[in-house]
């Protein structure tokens, strides 16, 4: 976050949003999204861009970080994963958010259940990497682009 204030990153995130322009955020990039964050916090969570209310903090699994090929629960009526429900998705990452947050919401599970992607208007996220997850990556992308 202190990268992403250094440019004035937040109020650029916030300004897409109020002028819809689409947006998706991979990996960190969702992660930045949520309100706080617990990940290099010495005493108090940090202040994210704040799209979403929540907190990311660190997933209670007995490895990490999660890397990885999972499995991906999606909801019915998504767009992200459209024709791709039953696919597997490459997770590099330690912390997650752990609560629904947005319109359409899938889950993953590494040790814990977690929040895998989000759905929300002009701005959607994964906290997984599309582009490193071969054709099930590939076609999340599109149905992405396709959307807009």
Not at 32 to 49: K, M, N, Q, R, Y
């Amino acid at each position: 976050m202190s990268g992403l204030n250094s440019v004035n990153g937040a109020s650029i995130v916030r300004e897409r949003l109020a002028k819809e322009r689409p947006t998706l955020g991979i990996c960190i990039g969702m992660q930045i999204l949520f309100s706080h964050g617990t990940e290099h916090a010495d005493s108090a969570p940090h202040t994210g861009v704040g799209i979403w209310d929540g907190t990311i903090s660190q997933l209670d699994a007995p490895i990490l970080p999660h890397m990885g090929w999972n499995t991906v629960e999606s909801s019915s009526d998504s767009i992200l994963f459209k024709g791709i429900e039953a696919e597997s998705f490459y997770f590099v990452h330690s912390y997650a958010a752990k609560t629904a947050v947005g319109k359409t919401q899938a889950w993953s599970t590494h040790g814990e259940r977690f929040l895998a992607a989000v759905e929300d208007g002009y701005i959607s996220a994964t906290q997984f990497h599309p582009e490193k997850s071969g054709a099930a990556g590939l076609a999340l992308i599109k149905n992405w682009v396709g959307s807009l």
